[in-house]
Structure formats: structure tokens, C-alpha cells
């Protein structure tokens, strides 16, 4: 069998296959269709502090290969998720990255100081890119200098591999991908969500309640596919690619293109087996060819 | 690890216009599904069909056992993109299906005048109930016989107008009367349905009566105001936009009474459909 096997800022994935944060829950969700076991990490919903309660509906609508989604962070806070999320997710054999999101740099602070001991625990995502609440999230990943900021206090709290999620709703991305790598970044994940907006016609009213949503899905991969692509020519940490991915050819195209893993988000909705459907997809790939280790495939794009 | 894997495919039977805009579809399934209950729902999508993007939420119109495997009934209403496609299935095609998802309604033993208020296109949960209930599959040992325990159904079911009002004949064969409502007076009463029920709860005892309702937001929203002050149970399944059906995308919620909190959000897929309606928040 090839050698799926990757090393992400010092955390060890048997396979580049994880999950995106906001599409997987809290990993329970997804036992009675796949052994959770078999991914090379999960990546849990995004927490807060304090639990949060979420933007009113409707909070999602379905839009030429893709849909919005305004969910607005709707989570547990870190305590509930420290007491009864992590008990389950201890019992199982794969990495589990908690996915983080304050108001402030503090706060980002405070939650990565409250969950690096925590047994279990085995990265940081840093979510600067949120784009669906008022405070925090996107407003930090939007400019060089508060990025850098938080993900300093991050780093300075914690002995974690930290992951910083990007946004695609700025100028230049790899700009910021260079910044976060300065403050001492150990991995990049990008695409978040590109902030959309659709109009019932009928009632003349969004149809989010909070007017706009972060897009996702397969309209959104040659965008997340180029933005990969252009940060990894920037920056010498790995990068995680993410937007769109539904099948095993999807990956490879980030893998190519030079990304080190993947995320699945939205193709979970579709079917709560993609993860290892694609899984399978890219040994079927790699065995064809006679590709022992994935890393003969990152990275390669001819151009 | 629990596996209950409730992801599978099914074949259509057929998919039938019963209305403007109104469809009864059957679909033939061989390995889940067998234990679907009123209330429950699925995600379905045509096979290999990458556009519309999302499944779409159906809930269950009817459940049989045949020799074959087991066939699941829909009546659904084409209000866009996913139920356009939907309706353009024929026989043979081949769907995906992840069900029987969600929470039935739950029967209320003591409770022997059954009501069962829909407004258009929630007349399909509820016709299913009625069914599940004339039968008696939630006591075997009554099966059959006419006993004097026996349960009274009533089903109460409005419309815009008398085309819209789709699905009377199989509530007629399971419920032991039929009141009907127009908002034009075409057919039936004139008004909604909930003046209608409010017009006959005044000479039934309340003490015997449960209630389950589905149907549009203003129409259970009035229903929750017309029984705020009485003493009935009342179950009402809710519907909302989903994308995973499975409590992820936390894409349906809902607000709701919540003990410590005041209120927060549930969702429709996981922690319903069916809710008590004393438990639902209006804005």
C-alpha cells in the first residue's frame, strides 16, 4: 500500500484527508457512516470562549455549485467542548485540531491556553477568516499587522502545531500567508468561505437572514485551487488546501498544485462517506501509477 | 463505535402529478428504511447528479412492506430547484437516500381523539401518521379489531384554495372525519384552518384530545396562540432549509425554550422535526 503519510508543522497525519471545521460537527455526528478512525485528522467545528448562539434563520440556501452558509460560529464555548465533546473524541485514533475564534487577539489567547493541555488535543486551527460574524474572525485576517498579532498570543501560549485558516476575501492572500508565517505560523489552511449573497426575487429579501454568507462548495475550487497555488510559491510552511473539494481528482489537484493535505467540507453534506471515498479514490490513483509516497505527487505541477 | 448506517439507494417506482405542482413519488429500497416512522424524513438526490448541488429534505408519506423490499411514498410541492428535479424522475431512475432521520411523533396512549391539523403541503407527515395510527401499528395487539379503545381521528386540513387542497382521498380512507378549509371559501370552510378547529374545540373534551400539526410558519404560529391557554398536547413537525440532514451544517435551526439559557437554537433535522409547540419562540 502507498504511503499516505504527512507531516503537518510537526503533526503527523497517516493521510492527507481531514475535515473541514463547521461541516463535521464534533466528529460524533459522522460515526454511523464512516470509521472515524480511517481520516488523518478531524477538525472540529470552530469554538469560542463562550458558547455562542449563532446568526437567526435562515442561515443557508443553495446556489450554482454551491451554497451560503451565515451560521455565525454556532457553538459550545471551550468548556462544554473540553467536558463533553472531548471524552468521545479521546476514545478515538486520529489527530483531533480544535478550531478556534475570539473577539479579540486576547480571547484567541485565552481559548489556546484553556485547550493546549488538554489530552486529546493534537494542533490549534487559528480562525482569522470567519466572514459571518461581527467581531472577530475575518477582521483579523483581513490586514498583515492584527494577523500577526494574534497568531503571536497563539503561539506564545502554546506548544501545539498552530494552523492559521486564511481568508480568500482579501487583495492579496499571499501577503498575509507571509505575515502569519513571520509571527510563527506552522501550517497554512486556505480557502474559509468567499463571502456571497442571493436575493429572493418574490419577497424582494435576502435569502439569509444576515444578508450575506460565506459561499462554498465546487464554485469556489479554481478559486481556492489558485490561491493555494500562489501562497505555496511564497511561503516554506505547509499549506493545507481547502474549497470545493468533492472527489479523489479535486485533491489531487491541490496535492499538485502543492498543497500537503486537504480539508473536505461541504461534499460531507452531500455524502457523510466523501472523506473516504476520496480516501480510496487517491490510493486507487497512486496504485495505478505505482506511486509509493504522496509526496511524489505534491508539489509536482509542470508549468 | 455505534454503526447504524442508514445511507442507501432506491429505485422509482413511480412519480405521479396528483396536482398543480404536486407529486406523489415511490421509490423502492431493499436495504434501509424498513422501521421509518410518521414524522421521520430523508435526504434524497438523483444518483451520479452533481447539480442540484444539495439533498433535499422529503418527509414520509407512507411506508410498506412488500415482497420486493420496502416502499417509501412522498407527496411533495415543486418550490424550486431541488423539488423541480425531483419531479422530473420517472420509473427506474435511481436515487440516493440517508433515512429515516429525525423524530417521529410520539403517540400518546391516554389520549383516544386524535387531531391532526395541516395547512397545504404538511398534509403529507400527517396523512402518514393517520395511517400508521388506523392501523394500529403502534399496538399489534389491537390490530385488526374493532375494540373499544378504538382512536378517534380527525383531520383538519386548509388550503389557499379548493385545487390546493391535495391528498383528501387518503385521509379519508384513515381518519374517522375529514374538516376542510379554504382561505377563498371555495371549498370547505371559509378561512384558515386553525379559525376552523378553533370553531369545534369548543364542544370537545379536552381532556381526551392530542394534537399534531404540520403545515406553513403562520399557520402553526396562529395554532400555538389558539391552544397558548389550554390544556392539550400538541406535537407539530417544522421544516426548514437543510444541507447534511444529520446535525452538522447546523444550517436549520430553530429558536427555542431553552431552561438556563432563556432560549437558543435547535435544529430541525437532529433535535426534531417534531417538537412540542409549547417549546418554539417566535420573533
Request: aromatic share 6%; proline share 5%; glycine share 10%.
Amino acid at each position: 500500500m502507498p504511503d499516505l503519510s504527512v507531516d503537518i508543522g510537526g503533526l503527523k497525519l497517516k493521510n492527507p484527508i481531514m475535515t473541514a471545521s463547521g461541516t463535521f460537527g464534533y466528529g460524533e455526528e459522522y460515526a454511523p457512516f464512516i470509521n472515524l478512525n480511517d481520516l488523518g485528522a478531524i477538525i472540529v467545528k470552530g469554538l469560542s470562549l463562550k458558547p455562542r448562539m449563532g446568526n437567526p434563520p435562515p442561515r443557508i440556501i443553495e446556489t450554482a455549485s454551491g451554497m451560503l452558509n451565515a451560521i455565525g460560529l454556532q457553538n459550545v464555548g471551550v468548556q462544554a467542548f473540553i467536558e463533553k465533546k472531548m471524552p468521545y473524541l479521546r476514545t478515538l485514533e486520529v489527530p483531533v485540531i480544535a478550531n478556534i475564534l475570539g473577539e479579540d487577539p486576547e480571547e484567541y489567547q485565552r481559548i489556546a491556553e484553556r485547550l493546549t493541555p488538554v489530552p486529546g488535543v493534537a494542533a490549534l486551527e487559528v480562525n482569522i477568516s470567519c466572514p459571518n460574524v461581527s467581531k472577530g474572525g475575518i477582521a483579523f485576517g483581513a490586514n498583515p499587522e492584527s494577523a500577526i498579532d494574534v497568531v503571536r498570543r497563539v503561539k506564545s501560549v502554546t506548544d501545539l502545531p498552530v494552523i492559521v485558516k486564511l481568508s480568500p476575501n482579501v487583495t492579496d492572500i499571499a501577503m498575509i500567508a507571509e505575515a502569519v508565517e513571520s509571527a510563527g505560523a506552522d501550517a497554512l489552511s486556505l480557502i474559509n468561505t468567499i463571502t456571497g449573497m442571493s436575493v429572493d426575487i418574490d419577497k424582494r429579501i435576502p435569502h439569509l437572514k444576515n444578508i450575506t454568507g460565506g459561499l462554498s462548495g465546487p464554485a469556489i475550487k479554481p478559486i481556492a485551487l489558485r490561491m493555494v497555488w500562489q501562497v505555496v510559491n511564497r511561503v516554506k510552511i505547509p499549506v493545507i488546501g481547502v474549497g470545493g473539494i468533492m472527489d479523489a481528482s479535486d485533491t489531487l489537484e491541490f496535492l499538485i498544485v502543492g498543497a500537503t493535505a486537504v480539508q473536505i467540507g461541504t461534499a460531507n453534506f452531500i455524502n457523510p462517506q466523501s472523506t473516504i471515498h476520496i480516501l480510496n479514490g487517491l490510493l486507487a490513483y497512486m496504485e495505478k501509477r505505482h506511486i509509493r509516497d504522496i509526496h511524489e505527487l505534491i508539489g509536482t505541477l509542470k508549468c | 463505535m455505534e454503526k447504524k448506517l442508514n445511507l442507501g439507494s432506491g429505485c422509482v417506482i413511480e412519480n405521479v402529478n396528483v396536482a398543480k405542482d404536486h407529486f406523489v413519488m415511490s421509490l423502492l429500497l431493499t436495504s434501509i428504511c424498513k422501521d421509518a416512522l410518521p414524522g421521520q424524513f430523508v435526504m434524497i438526490r438523483k444518483q451520479g447528479v452533481k447539480d442540484p448541488l444539495l439533498s433535499r429534505p422529503l418527509s414520509l408519506y407512507g411506508v410498506y412492506q412488500t415482497d420486493a423490499g420496502t416502499v417509501l411514498e412522498f407527496l411533495y410541492r415543486v418550490v424550486g430547484k431541488g423539488t423541480w428535479a425531483l419531479s422530473r424522475l420517472t420509473g427506474g431512475d435511481q436515487v440516493d437516500i440517508l433515512g429515516p432521520l429525525g423524530k417521529p411523533f410520539e403517540i400518546l396512549p391516554d389520549r383516544n381523539h386524535v387531531i391532526l391539523l395541516a395547512g397545504g403541503i404538511g398534509v403529507a407527515p400527517l396523512s402518514y401518521f393517520a395511517e400508521y395510527l388506523a392501523k394500529d401499528l403502534d399496538r399489534p395487539e389491537e390490530r385488526g379489531e374493532e375494540t373499544a379503545s378504538a382512536r378517534k381521528v380527525s383531520f383538519y386540513l386548509g388550503a389557499t384554495t379548493a385545487a390546493a387542497l391535495v391528498g383528501i382521498e387518503k385521509i379519508e380512507r384513515f381518519c374517522t372525519e375529514v374538516r376542510t378549509s379554504t382561505d377563498d371559501g371555495s371549498a370547505g370552510f371559509a378561512g384558515t384552518v386553525t379559525e376552523l378547529l378553533q370553531q369545534d374545540l369548543a364542544g370537545l373534551d379536552h381532556r381526551n384530545l392530542c394534537l399534531y400539526s404540520c403545515g406553513p410558519a403562520a399557520m402553526i404560529r396562529s395554532l400555538s396562540q389558539l391552544i397558548e391557554s389550554l390544556d392539550i398536547p400538541c406535537q407539530v413537525s417544522m421544516e426548514e432549509r437543510m444541507a447534511c440532514g444529520i446535525g452538522a451544517c447546523l444550517g436549520c435551526s430553530i429558536k427555542v425554550r431553552d431552561a438556563s439559557l432563556g432560549w437558543s437554537y435547535c435544529q430541525v433535522c437532529a433535535d426534531g422535526p417534531v417538537f412540542d409547540i409549547k417549546n418554539l419562540l417566535w420573533e
